[in-house]
């Protein structure tokens, strides 16, 4: 029978580090930092997450976030005075990641020292410490352990992560402006290819029978209802539908910086 895995010290229990996006919301005051906790793939341990098998409801109860792990343990037993909390977190699955979102103590002088650090990405991993639960795991092919389920016990804000993919993404919060203006270029080159497009087309020669002035008494045939912009947009080549997914799908792809 299965026991939980000890990889470090503290509360025999894994840690394991993964990146932040940035800032995500600014409600009433408060600012939010979203970080990628932890993926489904190989860790530097060799280890593999079921990214579904995290037990998170005792974290949430109680979210606390820490700095480099440091829980007072230390300090207790030598006498100096424990480090305190930095802030509260709330995690959850999104996608292919567990997410932790990090508000900051903005009363507590040190908490905010580091948040200023993690805004201006001098600071950019957060570590999670985990129980591997009785059971629910099994050694893999390089030597680490394929876990069905984990409990999560603690979430700290770390100088050196563990985690290969421990490094901070674009966001719009640090590159605003550098974005707007490809987005607006983008579109400066799609209006000038569909303009062009139709003048070109506009341009027919004349032909002989075109060149014949009309009767007086003649009226000119009607002009054949055109087709609406979108099917226009389609018989030149240019669809502004597809066009749009495209860009949506590479900004998305910017901003997470892959």
Known sequence: MSVPIARSLSLSAVRKDAATLSVVESIGGRRIYKF???????DRYSDRLNVKGWRVDGYNANGVVLFNHDDGAEAASSGAEPQLP????RVYVEGDALMVDVEFDDEDEFAKKVERKVAKGILNAVSVRYLMLPGQYRQNERGGYDCDAQELLEV????IPGNARAVRAKSFEDEGEDIVERIAARVVELLDARAEAKSTDDEEPETEEAAEPASETEVPPAEPPKADDEEDDKAKGFNASDAAKSFVEAFKSYIRGV
């Open 36 to 42: 990628r906790a932890s993926d489904g793939d190989f």
């Open 86 to 89: 930095i802030g509260k977190g």
């Open 156 to 159: 700290s804000v770390v100088t």
